[in-house]
């Protein structure tokens, strides 16, 4: 186990210190602002305290919402990337912050800032030489909590598209790769270790007063040298103007076609790529993103556009093409290239040897024999409006048995006879198995889902050498080609990009650079 | 003897309490002024008007002649020396720190804050090696010498003494009392000592001021206070003074 863990970090050792150098880069950002804002506010209602207690109990609220809620809200606002991971992750840090600043200031004894004030002090001398100093092992406890907090916190901003080394587990969660999950939490809980010794030393250094000897000030302009040297690295990260922005869904399939059109891309053109993987929400926040210009191309399917960009009732099929793409050129900005061939659906599989025995094809093929069989779907297709009830009465089926069982476990219980049929995405990394076969949906009760790339009008103005690469992708892959391509990642744990890169290969599509 | 400091008709009351009501009173420049009385008395109140802490409804406060309602009260305060009872020595700041405090508000430089630092830390009575200590690391008395300097360190005209030796045994407090009486002579500030101790106020002042509920039971030179007590307050209290 050790043994793969770090195997899989050396093998992967520039991804993972990118994906750490943002992830510090954002805590940095993060923990500055919400360090100087929530002292100024804490400073601010020590002197009042009706208002601290309204303002703590706003912060309070504020604290309860959960983290991805939070994320999910700021998208509309803020939309994807850094800036709402840094302004989610600030706006938790501020609240230990300001109640433990207020705390700290209020709880020390009156007789001696009174003293302080008798002296002569003016008020900002008070503050500075004697109410922060005295507040400072509270604050600061506080400050080392947080610290450790954010550094875990920033891991779910892979959600909204940050970077990090949510990435890394993100990435591991969608495409069933534990090895990824492990490599980016273990990291996160290293950097937090790290940060929380490095925090202790110092607070021991300022209460033996050992500091006071190197001096606060040099003390601070190194601190405040490294977060801006960080910043800078974070923001000048993405200036690079040749840059084709590519976002994918949280899903293996999504990171595989990102892959292959961002490799083709870099083979065929001078063009550079970023690709920003597994956005929480998929198209509902994808779509926002690109409309604005936070990306320029991402991997979708028709259906999908239909139902939730263009809010379609009625099922999509194959003939509305030209409608959809003609409302996403006028309406967005955008347009439909590289139509892949493979259409992503629900559909029903059954056990090879009783297709073979009852020669079954299609859905209806299956409606006269099964009242022989046992059928198997995940729970939320018995309780979706177009799940059972609706394909049952489509075409008349009615089933021996009907079981719910998890999807993961699916596959299992049909190779092992406990299932005789099931629902499946027909691009399931599992369908490539030959104990299975894939039924036809012969009244196409089904949306049709067919993938293909979402690209802004101006991009491909801009860069007309893209058409040719999109030209080349289209009907370049089937529904086994994916399922393969799926279950390469998800079962086989390769990494979506060299799955990819083989997939060019092997369609003639790769050129050999010499270089 | 010119007058330093002149209550003009002070009103003061908290919370619709009336705490001081039509007081004047002068003190005069050099004096070493013992007030006595009960808690609640007004005393600290008296006290904490003259730099402007608290500060009177009604009425003036004169020091040297000027109204404090016209003067820069940060200034003032820094020539106005201030130690109370029990630790308000800043934990944070080693001895010298605490020491030079308000010299160097006032932007002295590092050499002459050491200078002063020697010299006051002489004149209260305190051994060189303790400079860079914390006051958690002192004895009471020291704690006690060190809040004393830290009021000197600026040389101040008036010093305010809200019962600086209250929280320390009777031994130390004896020895405390005799070094700030010898300290007052040689410097000839002006001190104003707040104390509940008849016996100290009888020991250390050379005018007292009793006060009860806000009033002036009586005020004069301590033999003739002590020998002429004016109201059943200030003879119970002398009585007392003798017993101990």
Known sequence: MIQKILNEFSVNFHFYMKLLAEHIGIIAVSISIAVVVGLWIGILISKKPKLANYIISVVNIVYTIPSIA???????????????????????????????????????????????????????????????????????????????????????????????????IYRGITTNNEMLILVGSIIIALLALVLDGILGIFEKLVLSHKLKKIGYKRFTAVIVAVIVGLTTILVTQKSSKDTIEIASKPTSESYILAEIAGELIMNETDLDVNITHGIGGGTANIHPAIEKGEFDIYPEYTG??????????????????????????????????????????????????????????????????????????????????????ALMDAYKLNFKKVRDMDNGLKYQ??????????????????????????????????????????????????????????KKLENSISEMDMAEMNYRVEIGKESPRDVAISFLKDKGLWRDKDE | MNKIIEYDSITKSYNGKVILEDFSLDIMEGDFLCIVGTSGSGK????????????????????????????????????????????????????????????????????ELSEIVNETMKLVGLPDDIKEKYPSQLSGGQQQRVGIARAYANNPKILLMDEPFGAVDSITRFHLQEDLRSIHEKTKCTIIFITHDIYEAFKMGIHILVMNNGKIEQYGRKEEVFKYPKTDFVKNLIAMAKLS
Request: no cysteine; hydrophobic share 40%; aromatic share 12%.
């Open chain 1, 413 to 470: 219980a049909l190779f092992d006879g406990k299932l005789d049929v099931m629902t499946v995405f027909t691009t399931d990394g599992q369908l490539s198995d030959s104990r299975i076969k894939i039924l036809r949906d012969d009244k196409e009760f089904y949306p049709k889902y067919i993938a293909g790339f979402v690209i802004r009008k101006d991009i491909i103005k801009k860069y007309p050498e893209l058409e040719e690469v999109f």
């Open chain 2, 44 to 111: 600290t109140t008296l006290m904490k008007m003259i730099n402007g802490l608290i500060v009177p409804e009604k009425g003036n406060i004169f020091i040297g002649g000027r109204n404090i309602k016209d003067e820069n009260l940060i200034s003032l305060r820094r020539k106005i020396g201030y130690a109370i009872q029990g630790n308000s020595l800043f934990p944070h700041m080693t001895v010298f720190e605490n020491i030079s405090y308000v010299p160097k508000l006032e932007g002295k430089k590092e050499e």
């Open chain 1, 304 to 389: 999908t556009s239909w139902q939730i960009v263009l809010k379609k009732d009625e099922n999509y099929t194959n003939d509305k093409f030209e409608t959809l793409n003609k409302a996403y050129e006028e309406s967005y900005g955008l347009t439909w290239r590289g139509l892949l061939g493979f259409n992503n659906t629900y559909s029903l599989g059954i056990r090879k040897e009783l297709a073979d025995q009852y020669n079954i094809e299609t859905f209806s093929d299956l409606a006269q024999f099964a009242n022989q069989f046992t059928f198997g779907a995940e729970y939320d297709f018995f309780e979706r409006e177009d799940g059972y009830k």
């Open chain 1, 70 to 168: 939070l994320l999910g809200f700021l998208i509309s606002l803020t939309g994807i990337g850094n800036t709402t991971a840094i302004i989610a992750l600030t706006i938790y840090g501020l609240l230990p912050i300001v109640r433990s600043t207020y705390v700290g200031i209020t709880t020390i004894d009156p007789s001696i800032i009174e003293a302080s004030q008798a002296m002569g002090s003016k008020e900002l001398q008070i503050l500075y030489k004697i109410k922060l100093p005295l507040a400072f092992p509270v604050i600061f406890s506080s400050i080392r909590n947080m610290v450790i907090m954010t550094v875990a916190l920033a891991g779910i901003a892979s959600f909204v598209g940050a970077g990090g080394l949510g990435v890394a």
